[in-house]
């Protein structure tokens, strides 16, 4: 069966970076449109970035310069790359094939001084 598990959550200051990482499971992971999207306490889900099976990417513009999506399909593994983080973009943060709508545990990320 299709398993999405999250990791590279945690604490980090405003400025700094983080990395969170999705190891694919269960389906022909190069095949598929991959996508992260978060949740911030209050709000409703949103689309951080997607990549393509051909590594074509899309970002929200709120990440955008940020943020960098990549995908190793050698290792079925989703990356973001999080840079210059901010306070709004605490969340829990979800690894998402949205064909079939799989989506992960989620992994939390908490931006504070």
């Known amino acids: 069966q299709v398993q999405l598990v999250e990791s590279g959550g945690g604490l980090v200051q405003p400025g700094g970076s983080l990395r969170l990482s999705c190891a694919a499971s269960?389906?022909?992971?190069?095949?598929?449109?991959m996508s992260w999207y978060r949740q911030a306490p209050g709000k409703e889900r949103e689309l951080v970035a997607s990549i393509a099976p051909g590594a074509t990417t899309n970002y929200a513009d709120s990440v955008k310069g940020r943020f960098t999506i990549s995908r190793d399909n050698a290792k079925n593994t989703l990356y973001l790359q999080m840079n210059v983080l901010k306070l709004d973009d605490t969340a829990v943060y979800y690894c998402?094939?949205?064909?079939?709508?799989?989506w992960g545990q989620g992994t939390q990320v908490t931006v504070s001084a």
């Open positions: 269960g389906f022909t992971f190069s095949a598929y449109t």
């Open positions: 998402v094939r949205r064909t079939g709508n799989y």
